[in-house]
């Protein structure tokens, strides 16, 4: 039921993109994404909704395919803010949220 | 304050003993999560209110583990003859209402060692 996320781990130059990857072997209402940077709680990024609603950070994108019960997060011109572990979400139902094992993200100056 | 708090946000604590931490949600939010966090995993489903009702609790462990929310706000997660697999980050996080379009908002967390 726990979400598999791909890949575990990326190092990145500051300027570059990464895309990370969130897969589930149930049919999903929705994904969430959230960044934990070390020794911080989670911080919310994103919602995406089955029906293609979505609601979040202005400068992430994401995408949710339902058919394929995945999701996608496109870090663009990565910053060094962005370094931390993502964790994706899911809810198959019943308003709760299974998250991932996370993918952490280095950034290099 | 404007964020989720808990309490206390380190216990250490010895094989056996009983444990109480706290959470206080965001004013006006109905919903409210436990997470168990090990190192280097994502945040483990424990339970969820929505009010003052447990509205899943499929993610404890085991019986020694127990939550409430009497009032529909602040909410105390108590785990009785603690073992040293307890030991982990709990994490407290609330929302508006339950559901997937409301974002959870997480509280610093509490980390329990059990020695």
């Known amino acids: 039921q726990q979400p598999v996320q791909s890949p575990q781990a990326v190092i990145l130059r500051e300027g570059e993109d990464a895309v990370i990857n969130c897969s589930s072997s149930?049919?999903?209402?929705?994904v969430h994404w959230y960044r934990q940077k070390h020794g911080e709680a989670p911080v919310f990024l994103m919602i995406?909704?089955?029906?293609?609603e979505q609601k979040g950070h202005e400068k992430i994108s994401a995408s949710f395919n339902e058919k394929k019960q995945q999701s996608s997060l496109y870090l663009t011109a990565s910053q060094l803010s962005y370094s931390g572990t993502y964790f994706c979400?899911?809810?198959?139902?019943?308003?709760?949220?299974?998250f991932g094992k996370g993918t952490r993200l280095h950034i290099l100056p | 304050g404007a964020g989720v708090s808990q309490t206390p946000s380190n216990k250490v604590t010895e094989k056996g003993k009983y444990v109480e931490l706290r959470c206080d949600p965001i004013?006006?939010?109905?919903?409210l999560y436990w997470y168990r966090q090990s190192l280097g995993q994502g945040p483990e489903f424990l339970i969820y209110?929505?009010?003052?009702?447990?509205?899943?609790d499929s993610g404890l462990p085991n019986d020694r583990f127990f939550a409430v929310r009497p009032e529909g706000s602040v909410s105390t997660l108590k785990i009785q003859r603690t073992e040293r697999g307890d030991s982990a980050v709990y994490l407290c996080?609330?929302?508006?209402?339950?559901?997937?379009?409301?974002?959870?908002?997480f509280g610093p967390g509490t980390r329990l060692t059990v020695l």
């Open positions: 996080a609330s929302s508006l209402i339950a559901g997937g379009y409301n974002e959870q908002f």
């Open positions: 149930k049919a999903l209402y929705s």
């Open positions: 995406l909704l089955k029906g293609g």
């Open positions: 979400g899911t809810e198959t139902g019943h308003d709760k949220i299974i």
């Open positions: 004013s006006g939010h109905t919903a």
């Open positions: 209110f929505q009010g003052t009702g447990a509205a899943d």
